[in-house]
């Protein structure tokens, strides 16, 4: 079991590297760019729910609804329906 909280942490850990590069990212916004942002955010969002973190997925979430193409509102309203 102690492998198994290792392995969580670590992905934790790389979890919150990849949303700082993406946060990063959001300073040079190119409206090219926006969808691709969007989708490494839905990416995220998905990785926090296989950890049991629905508050930091519903906080990305909430993001791409703001954000995202119609397509990708969309695939996050699902994922937060299965959070509720």
């Known amino acids: 079991k102690r492998a198994d909280e290792a392995a969580a942490e670590e992905l934790k850990s790389v979890m919150a590297s990849a949303e700082a590069a993406v946060e990063k990212s959001l300073d ?3 409206p090219e760019e926006d969808n691709f942002e969007a989708d490494i955010k839905l990416d995220i969002a998905k990785a926090y729910l296989e950890l049991n973190n629905s508050f930091a997925a519903h906080e990305i979430l909430q993001e791409v609804l ?7 509102q969309t695939k996050a309203q699902k994922l937060l329906e ?3």
Request: aromatic share 0%; glycine share 8%; proline share 0%.
């Open 28 to 30: 040079d916004k190119d």
């Open 66 to 72: 703001r954000e995202g193409s119609t397509a990708q």
């Open 82 to 84: 299965q959070i509720q």
